[in-house]
């Protein structure tokens, strides 16, 4: 398994939110994570990029468990996934391009012309190639996302985590980031997807697991998730959002 | 004494060596305000990155910015002046009143300035700052390409305002016997010329000294005024 989490555990304080994790996926699979709200999914996204250290388990990439407690570890396992958060978390000091192409220049000391233009390509690619020089602030939320998507990918990363790539989009916007992700999904990058949005969840993963009370409780393809959910929290939660 | 007569003194007051002595007295004013400004900036940021940090080894450092910055900025300037002015005395360090001047002054600022920076500081997104940990960004580089320059829109204004409070408290200074434009205020008017003519050219130095510096203060404003992060975070004045 390329992602392997097992047994994750993590808590804000008393609360315990993650309470024995375990997923595994593997190489350019994409998993998309799907449960209540305040189920944990953005703690789990935390916890596997060392935002939150897990309190117990493992999380391994590519056979390489990460120590969180060693920053060579860390940093390590951090050049070799990429996080767009459900804010975006675009820096507001940068314009749209220099989002894109501040850490691959200035951390991993890539060519600024060759970045610059993979960038102004993927941002085209989105629709923003007349945004380069916009602010954060100047820009729509689904624009927003599309930049923190480019972002995410001029690192070129093996494992990608998307946290509600669609909750804060009017309904026109959710097809345009959709449609990056789409794209992308052909060039066989693992994915580790958090959405609400159920018709884009069986569309595009090779699995879903539905997660609630700190655990994952069931995962399979979309059709057993969706039309033949095997536990009854699965069943209840999918009857739940099909009759809104 | 009228108004003709006052006139009448002006080329008595404004000999060479009195003017030499106001030049030279303006001199250390802009020195320890200068002083004071560029060691507050650099030591209030230590300060308030101290008092900012969670990391375990840095604890002793952060008990102490606090101590610091709390008790500092609730003392007299001219308080913590005498006290280090009769504390090098009773030590037995034999300081230049200038040096005692320079060491207190810097003391007081770095407190000060330490307190706009940390809000400063404070006023940046955590999750800017997760999103620069997350892409392996080290501490520096998280400082310098994402923290700081949010930052300094929100630190700038009141930093500028405390520059030109801090250039008047210098004036404290005289009183450790430093030669700075009040002292040399009063060593010419007990030479018998006219204290309003002496103290209206020492006003009109320290407005020359302070005017610049608010100049340049408003002008960064302006210029990161027209960054776009700064217009919604930027408080209503
Ligand atoms: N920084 C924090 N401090 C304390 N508690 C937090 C923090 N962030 C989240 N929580 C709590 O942790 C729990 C899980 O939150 P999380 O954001 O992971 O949920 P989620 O599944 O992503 O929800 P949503 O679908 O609404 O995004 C919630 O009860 C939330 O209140
Ligand atoms: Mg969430």
Known sequence: MYLDIRGLAARYHELQVLDGIDLSISRG?????????????????????????PERGTVSIGGEEIDYKDRRSLR?????LAIVFQQYNLFGNMTVLQNAVVAPVKIRGRSRAEVEAEARDLLARVGLGDKLDAYPDQLSGGQQQRVAIVRALCLKPEILLLDEVTSALDPERVSEVLDTIRLLAAEHITMLIVSHEMSFVRDVSHRVAFMAEGR?????????????????????FIDKISRK | MSFSDLLGQLPRVFTYYNLLLLGQAALTTLLLSAFGCIVGLVFGLLLALARRSHARLLLPLKAFAFIYVEILRRVPFLVTLMLFFFGSQVLGFDLAPLTIALISTSVI???????????????????QIEAATVMNFGFWQTLRLVVLPQAWPVILPPIFSYFVLFIKDTALASQAGVLELVQAGRILTTKGFSAF???????????VISYPLARLGSHLESRLGVSRHSRARRPIS
Not at chain 2, 109 to 127: C, H, M, P, Y
């Open chain 1, 76 to 80: 390590a396992a951090r050049s070799r």
């Open chain 2, 109 to 127: 600022s770095t407190a000060f300035v330490s307190e706009i920076i940390r809000a400063g500081l404070d006023a940046v997104k955590q999750s």
């Open chain 2, 197 to 207: 003519i002496v103290f209206g050219a020492v006003l009109l130095l320290y407005f």
């Open chain 1, 216 to 236: 994952v409780l069931e995962i399979g393809p979309p059709e057993q998730i969706f039309d033949a959910p095997q536990v009854q929290r699965t069943r209840d």
């Open chain 1, 29 to 53: 699979e994409i998993v998309s994570l799907i449960g209540p709200s305040g189920s944990g999914k953005s703690t789990l996204l935390r916890a596997v990029t060392g935002l939150l250290p």
